[in-house]
């Protein structure tokens, strides 16, 4: 089945500067890599996802990248803003289990 | 509104004494799924639903219990809770199986003492 690992586990920033977030994953025949958002006390939303068949999605600040060769898709986010501050998961289909599996997790915190 | 409705919220119990949370979508998604949370460990998968009468187990079942015996709701049950079940748990619920947005409920604390 799949394995998504993520890193890093917690990431600090300065307001304004930019946070990216990797993740790699594991079966080849994964095509499609969401990015979900929990801010505390909250529940997880999704801000972007990316399907296999493009190399970069952007939506405002936020932008995902994805290597399909090296199995990596990460997650940037610039001009960071305060409000960014949350923990963030990327996602990975386990096809052949009907499922998504999730990466454990980056805790980011923007300073101001 | 779209929305997930789980309950309780909050929770806490003793080792042995069953208990269920209750999921409810009104966007008539097919799929259903309920994850545990645990610092360190991310969202993990407990069971999923593919539709009605159609569960199967994730990646951490041992202990828990579901039913889909309507669209619109997915109990998960807990015949004899033990301490390692304190978790923070989220129903979700999607389109699609693994290849689209899911939605999930506001989460549910428990602690078993």
């Known amino acids: 089945g799949e394995n998504v690992e993520q890193h890093p586990s917690t990431l600090s920033v300065q307001e304004g500067d930019s946070a990216v977030i990797k993740c790699t994953y594991s079966d080849s025949a994964s095509n499609y890599f969401p990015w979900y958002k929990q801010e505390l006390g909250k529940r997880p939303q999704l801000i972007i996802d990316i399907r296999s068949n493009v190399g970069e999605k952007k939506d405002q600040r936020i932008a995902v990248t994805l290597n399909k060769t090296a199995k990596h898709f990460s997650l940037h986010i610039t001009e960071t803003q305060p409000e960014d501050s949350a923990v963030y998961f990327c996602?990975?289909?386990?096809?052949?289990?009907?499922?998504?599996?999730f990466g454990a997790g980056t805790r980011l915190a923007v300073h101001p | 509104e779209a929305q997930v409705t789980q309950n309780p919220r909050y929770l806490i119990t003793v080792t042995g004494k069953k208990l269920t949370v209750t999921c409810s979508q009104n966007m008539n998604h097919e799929y259903m799924s309920w994850y545990r949370q645990d610092p360190g460990l991310g969202l993990r998968q407990i069971y999923y639903s593919m539709n009605v009468e159609v569960t199967d187990k994730g990646d951490v079942p041992e202990g828990y219990k579901v039913s889909r015996k309507e669209k619109r709701n997915f109990p998960l049950i807990l015949e004899s809770p033990s301490p390692n079940q304190t978790s923070l748990y989220f129903c979700?619920?999607?389109?699609?199986?693994?290849?689209?947005?899911?939605?999930f409920g506001e989460g549910s604390r428990l602690t078993v003492l």
């Open positions: 979700a619920s999607s389109r699609t199986a693994n290849t689209g947005e899911l939605f």
């Open positions: 996602g990975a289909p386990d096809g052949g289990y009907n499922k998504l599996i």
